[in-house]
């Protein structure tokens, strides 16, 4: 499986942005999939992931409430919508896919930067 991650920019606090991670391969549907993000200088943080059939979400309580993340197995796309955007949510987000939790396959990154 390859992830493209995409749908990241420049957004003012309080605004909202969708990324979409696309994913190659026959056998996305069968993997759970999971945002990640990475800051400047910070580890890379669990985001929110989602069971392979998108029935069962979990996030971080840094993003609860804020962010939903779906997808939709028959395009082989993943999505992180994210609402109320705060500077600190300004990072590189990352999908990955695979098996929970070690997630085998990783996309690029898109840069997401919320100005204050």
């Known amino acids: 499986v390859q992830l493209q991650a995409s749908g990241g920019g420049l957004v003012q606090a309080g605004g909202s942005l969708r990324l979409s991670c696309a994913a190659s391969?026959?056998?996305?549907?069968?993997?759970?999939m999971a945002w990640f993000r990475q800051a400047p200088g910070k580890e890379r943080e669990f985001v929110a992931r989602?069971?392979?059939?998108?029935?069962?979400?979990w996030y971080d309580h840094s993003v609860k409430d804020r962010f939903l993340i779906s997808r939709d197995n028959a395009r082989n796309m993943g999505y992180l919508q994210m609402n109320s955007l705060k500077p600190e949510d300004t990072a590189v987000y990352y999908c990955?896919?695979?098996?929970?939790?070690?997630?085998?396959?990783w996309g690029q990154g898109t840069q997401v930067t919320v100005s204050s």
């Open positions: 990955a896919a695979g098996a929970f939790p070690t997630y085998a396959y």
């Open positions: 391969g026959r056998t996305f549907g069968s993997y759970a």
């Open positions: 989602i069971n392979w059939s998108g029935d069962s979400a």
